[in-house]
C-alpha cells in the first residue's frame, strides 16, 4: 500500500459518516402553539411517533413548564402545600412528566417553550419590590392579566438573577428527562397560568441589549455549562431591535461566549411571518449557530383554511424579495442579486444548525380546521428540507404529493394550486403600489380601520384603478385554484372533498377581500371629496352579501369546511370592522338617496 492509498482510506474513513447521514440539519423541530386561553389543538403533531416517522429529532411543547415548579430552592414553602397554587403545579407537573416520558420512548428530544420571568403570585407578593421594574415600558407585550398591574421584572437587579437561577434549577430538578429550553421574551401570554404573573425582563430600545446579555450570561452558565443542556435563545421582540437589526443582534450575540449547548432561534423573515418583508439579516451572520423558525400555517393568510403554500417562500425566498423592498413597498429596484432571499441561501454561513416548523400555532381564535392538509405540505417540505439540504424544493413537493397517493398530472394539479396561491394571497391581501397594513386581515376578523391611512395615501395618488386591478386579479387566480380543484383526483374522497372545498372557501375570501377594497376607497372617497359613487358601493354590497351566503353555504355543505371568519375587527371588536363599514355605507346610500 502507498503513502497516498493509506492517506485516501483515513480520509474516508473520516467522511464516509457524513456521507452516510446525508446533509441533514442537526435540529429538526416542530412546535404546536396553542391559542392563548383556549383547549389544546388536537393534533398529530403531539404525537411523538408520528413526529418520529416524519423525520423531526425534537418537539417545542408548549407546557408552560417554567410554572410547574414550587421554587422551594428558593424560599421553603413559599408556595403553602394546602394552596390552590400548589396543587395546580402538582397536576399539571404530572401530566407534564407523563407525556416527557412519551417522548423519551420515542426518541424525541424535548424543548419546552419557556417564558422568563412568569412567577408564582407569592413569589411577586414577597420579593416583588426587590425585583420589579418601576418602568414598565418594556420589549413585549403582557396580556391576560386580567387588567392588574403588570409585574415586569428587572434583569439588573440582583435578586431576579437569583430567582433565574432557582427558576433554572427548579425545572431541570423536577424534569431531568427534559434536553433544555427554548426562550420566550418578546410577548407574554397569562391566560393558561392563573396562578402566575410576570413579563419579559428586557427593556425597550438600545437599553434591553445590556438586559440580553446579563441575562444569557446566567442562562449559558446554568444550563449550556453546569447542566449540559440546550438553550435556544428566541430573538423575537417589537420594533427594529434583536430580532430584525444586524447590529442589535451581533451587539448581544458578540458579548456571549460560544458554547456548542447555545443556539439564538430567529424568525426567517425581517419581521413577523409576512409577506412584503425582506429576508432577516440577522441570518448567517455572527459567531453563533442558529435555528430557523416557519410557521406552516400563519394567522394572516388563513391557518391552514386554504391552499398557501408558504415553503417555497421559506426555502427560496418570495417573488417579491427579487426586488428592494422599503417599509412595505417596492422601490422598483432589483435587489442585490447574490443577498439571501430563503433559508438554503445562508446555508454556506456555516451557522445554520436546524429549523423550527410551527405546524400550528400563531394567533388568536379562528379559524378552526379539522383537516390539516395545507400544514402538513408546508411541515413537511421545510422539515424534510432540513433532513437533507441538498433536495430542492420541487423535489421534495413531489415526493409528499407521491406519499399522500398523487402520481403524474394529480401531482402537477395539486403543484398548481400550490405555486398560484404563493401571489393569489399577496396580491389579494397586500398591494404592490404603496404601503399596506400587513394584519388588517388576520385570525377570523377584517380590521378595515388598521388601513385609514394607506387609504388616504392611494386616494391622494390616484392608485385607486391600479389598486384594485390588482385585487381583481387576485381573485381571477383564486378563480383558476378553485377551478383546478375541482379536477382533482384520488382514491381518499375525504382528501379530495377539502382540497375543493378550501380552495372554494380560499375563492370566496378573496372575492370578499376584493368587495371589501372597494368599499374602503369608496368611503375614503367620501371622507376627502364629500362624493359618494352610489354605483360602486351599492354593486359592491349585493356581491359582498352574496359571497357571504356562499361561504355560509359552503360550510353547512361539508364536515370537511373549517370555521368560517367573521365581521368583526381583531379579537371580536365592531369598532373599526368590515361590519361597521359596511353598516355605516348602507346608511350614507340611504342619506344620499
Given at each position: 500500500m502507498t503513502m497516498r492509498q493509506f492517506y485516501l482510506i483515513i480520509l474516508l474513513t473520516l467522511i464516509c459518516p457524513i456521507i452516510a447521514n446525508g446533509q441533514r440539519l442537526e435540529f429538526v423541530m416542530d412546535m404546536v402553539h396553542n391559542n392563548p386561553g383556549e383547549p389544546p389543538f388536537q393534533t398529530k403533531y403531539n404525537d411523538p411517533h408520528f413526529l418520529r416517522a416524519e423525520g423531526f429529532n425534537a418537539t417545542v411543547p408548549h407546557w408552560h413548564i417554567n410554572c410547574l415548579i414550587t421554587y422551594d430552592n428558593f424560599s421553603k414553602n413559599i408556595i403553602p402545600r394546602n394552596s390552590e397554587t400548589y396543587r395546580w403545579i402538582e397536576q399539571k407537573a404530572a401530566e407534564v412528566e407523563k407525556k416527557l416520558a412519551a417522548f423519551?420512548?420515542?426518541?424525541?428530544?424535548?424543548?419546552?417553550?419557556?417564558?422568563?420571568?412568569?412567577?408564582?403570585?407569592?413569589?411577586?407578593?414577597?420579593?416583588?419590590?426587590?425585583?420589579?421594574?418601576?418602568n414598565i415600558?418594556?420589549?413585549?407585550?403582557?396580556?391576560?392579566?386580567?387588567?392588574?398591574?403588570?409585574?415586569?421584572?428587572?434583569?439588573?437587579?440582583?435578586?431576579?438573577?437569583?430567582?433565574?437561577?432557582?427558576?433554572?434549577?427548579?425545572?431541570?430538578?423536577r424534569f431531568p428527562q427534559v434536553d433544555g429550553l427554548v426562550l420566550r421574551f418578546g410577548e407574554t401570554y397569562l391566560y393558561d397560568t392563573p396562578h402566575h404573573r410576570g413579563g419579559s425582563p428586557i427593556r425597550k430600545g438600545?437599553?434591553?441589549?445590556?438586559?440580553?446579555?446579563?441575562?444569557?450570561?446566567?442562562?449559558?452558565?446554568?444550563?449550556?455549562?453546569?447542566?449540559?443542556?440546550?438553550l435556544f435563545y428566541r430573538t423575537w421582540d417589537f420594533?427594529?431591535?434583536?430580532?430584525?437589526?444586524?447590529?442589535?443582534?451581533?451587539?448581544?450575540?458578540?458579548?456571549?461566549?460560544?458554547?456548542?449547548?447555545?443556539?439564538?432561534?430567529?424568525?426567517?423573515?425581517q419581521?413577523?411571518?409576512?409577506?412584503?418583508?425582506?429576508?432577516?439579516?440577522?441570518?448567517?451572520?455572527?459567531?453563533?449557530?442558529?435555528?430557523?423558525?416557519?410557521?406552516?400555517?400563519?394567522?394572516?393568510?388563513?391557518?391552514?383554511?386554504?391552499?398557501?403554500?408558504?415553503?417555497?417562500?421559506?426555502?427560496?425566498?418570495?417573488?417579491?424579495?427579487?426586488?428592494?423592498?422599503?417599509?412595505?413597498?417596492?422601490?422598483?429596484?432589483?435587489?442585490?442579486?447574490?443577498?439571501?432571499?430563503?433559508?438554503?441561501?445562508?446555508?454556506?454561513?456555516?451557522?445554520?444548525?436546524?429549523?423550527?416548523?410551527?405546524?400550528?400555532?400563531?394567533?388568536?381564535q379562528g379559524p378552526y380546521i379539522s383537516n390539516e392538509f395545507w400544514i402538513d405540505l408546508n411541515t413537511y417540505v421545510v422539515a424534510h428540507w432540513a433532513q437533507d439540504i441538498s433536495r430542492s424544493e420541487e423535489e421534495l413537493f413531489y415526493e409528499f404529493a407521491t406519499r399522500h397517493g398523487f402520481t403524474a398530472m394529480q401531482a402537477d394539479r395539486l403543484r398548481q394550486i400550490a405555486l398560484l396561491s404563493v401571489e393569489g394571497v399577496r396580491k389579494g391581501q397586500l398591494n404592490s403600489f404603496t404601503i399596506n397594513d400587513k394584519w388588517w386581515a388576520r385570525d377570523e376578523?377584517?380590521?378595515?380601520?388598521?388601513?385609514?391611512?394607506?387609504?388616504?395615501?392611494?386616494?391622494?395618488?390616484?392608485?385607486?384603478?391600479?389598486?384594485?386591478?390588482?385585487?381583481a386579479e387576485a381573485s381571477a387566480i383564486?378563480?383558476?385554484?378553485?377551478?383546478?380543484?375541482?379536477?382533482?383526483?384520488?382514491?381518499?374522497?375525504?382528501?379530495?372533498?377539502?382540497?375543493?372545498?378550501?380552495?372554494?372557501?380560499?375563492?370566496?375570501?378573496?372575492?370578499?377581500?376584493?368587495?371589501?377594497?372597494?368599499?374602503?376607497?369608496?368611503?375614503?372617497?367620501?371622507?376627502?371629496?364629500?362624493?359618494?359613487?352610489?354605483t360602486t358601493v351599492k354593486e359592491a354590497l349585493e356581491r359582498y352579501h352574496q359571497l357571504w351566503q356562499q361561504w355560509r353555504h359552503l360550510k353547512d355543505s361539508s364536515p370537511q369546511c373549517p370555521t368560517l371568519y367573521t365581521e368583526l375587527a381583531f379579537r371580536n371588536k365592531k369598532e373599526g370592522s368590515i361590519g361597521e363599514l359596511v353598516e355605516n355605507l348602507r346608511a350614507q346610500l340611504t342619506t344620499h338617496d
Amino acid at each position: 500500500m502507498t503513502m497516498r492509498q493509506f492517506y485516501l482510506i483515513i480520509l474516508l474513513t473520516l467522511i464516509c459518516p457524513i456521507i452516510a447521514n446525508g446533509q441533514r440539519l442537526e435540529f429538526v423541530m416542530d412546535m404546536v402553539h396553542n391559542n392563548p386561553g383556549e383547549p389544546p389543538f388536537q393534533t398529530k403533531y403531539n404525537d411523538p411517533h408520528f413526529l418520529r416517522a416524519e423525520g423531526f429529532n425534537a418537539t417545542v411543547p408548549h407546557w408552560h413548564i417554567n410554572c410547574l415548579i414550587t421554587y422551594d430552592n428558593f424560599s421553603k414553602n413559599i408556595i403553602p402545600r394546602n394552596s390552590e397554587t400548589y396543587r395546580w403545579i402538582e397536576q399539571k407537573a404530572a401530566e407534564v412528566e407523563k407525556k416527557l416520558a412519551a417522548f423519551e420512548s420515542a426518541g424525541i428530544e424535548v424543548y419546552p417553550f419557556t417564558d422568563f420571568l412568569v412567577l408564582p403570585r407569592q413569589i411577586w407578593e414577597r420579593y416583588g419590590q426587590d425585583i420589579r421594574r418601576q418602568n414598565i415600558e418594556g420589549v413585549g407585550s403582557v396580556m391576560g392579566d386580567k387588567g392588574e398591574k403588570p409585574m415586569i421584572p428587572d434583569m439588573q437587579a440582583p435578586l431576579t438573577q437569583a430567582i433565574v437561577r432557582a427558576q433554572i434549577a427548579g425545572i431541570f430538578d423536577r424534569f431531568p428527562q427534559v434536553d433544555g429550553l427554548v426562550l420566550r421574551f418578546g410577548e407574554t401570554y397569562l391566560y393558561d397560568t392563573p396562578h402566575h404573573r410576570g413579563g419579559s425582563p428586557i427593556r425597550k430600545g438600545k437599553e434591553g441589549i445590556q438586559d440580553h446579555i446579563t441575562l444569557l450570561h446566567i442562562l449559558r452558565q446554568e444550563i449550556c455549562v453546569k447542566r449540559n443542556k440546550k438553550l435556544f435563545y428566541r430573538t423575537w421582540d417589537f420594533g427594529f431591535n434583536f430580532h430584525n437589526n444586524p447590529e442589535y443582534y451581533l451587539a448581544v450575540t458578540n458579548a456571549i461566549e460560544p458554547h456548542p449547548n447555545l443556539f439564538f432561534s430567529i424568525k426567517y423573515q425581517q419581521g413577523d411571518f409576512l409577506r412584503m418583508t425582506p429576508f432577516n439579516p440577522c441570518l448567517g451572520i455572527g459567531k453563533h449557530r442558529q435555528v430557523v423558525e416557519a410557521q406552516s400555517a400563519m394567522e394572516v393568510y388563513g391557518k391552514g383554511a386554504h391552499p398557501y403554500y408558504s415553503a417555497i417562500g421559506v426555502l427560496n425566498g418570495w417573488p417579491e424579495t427579487r426586488y428592494e423592498i422599503v417599509d412595505g413597498q417596492f422601490t422598483g429596484k432589483m435587489n442585490d442579486p447574490t443577498a439571501p432571499r430563503g433559508i438554503k441561501d445562508i446555508v454556506k454561513s456555516g451557522l445554520l444548525a436546524g429549523v423550527m416548523t410551527w405546524s400550528r400555532g400563531g394567533g388568536w381564535q379562528g379559524p378552526y380546521i379539522s383537516n390539516e392538509f395545507w400544514i402538513d405540505l408546508n411541515t413537511y417540505v421545510v422539515a424534510h428540507w432540513a433532513q437533507d439540504i441538498s433536495r430542492s424544493e420541487e423535489e421534495l413537493f413531489y415526493e409528499f404529493a407521491t406519499r399522500h397517493g398523487f402520481t403524474a398530472m394529480q401531482a402537477d394539479r395539486l403543484r398548481q394550486i400550490a405555486l398560484l396561491s404563493v401571489e393569489g394571497v399577496r396580491k389579494g391581501q397586500l398591494n404592490s403600489f404603496t404601503i399596506n397594513d400587513k394584519w388588517w386581515a388576520r385570525d377570523e376578523f377584517f380590521s378595515v380601520a388598521a388601513n385609514k391611512d394607506v387609504l388616504h395615501s392611494i386616494i391622494s395618488n390616484h392608485l385607486q384603478e391600479k389598486i384594485l386591478a390588482e385585487k381583481a386579479e387576485a381573485s381571477a387566480i383564486w378563480r383558476q385554484i378553485e377551478a383546478i380543484a375541482q379536477q382533482i383526483d384520488h382514491s381518499d374522497t375525504a382528501t379530495v372533498e377539502f382540497i375543493r372545498v378550501s380552495s372554494t372557501y380560499g375563492r370566496i375570501k378573496y372575492e370578499l377581500i376584493e368587495q371589501m377594497w372597494r368599499l374602503m376607497i369608496a368611503n375614503a372617497q367620501v371622507q376627502q371629496t364629500g362624493r359618494l359613487d352610489k354605483t360602486t358601493v351599492k354593486e359592491a354590497l349585493e356581491r359582498y352579501h352574496q359571497l357571504w351566503q356562499q361561504w355560509r353555504h359552503l360550510k353547512d355543505s361539508s364536515p370537511q369546511c373549517p370555521t368560517l371568519y367573521t365581521e368583526l375587527a381583531f379579537r371580536n371588536k365592531k369598532e373599526g370592522s368590515i361590519g361597521e363599514l359596511v353598516e355605516n355605507l348602507r346608511a350614507q346610500l340611504t342619506t344620499h338617496d
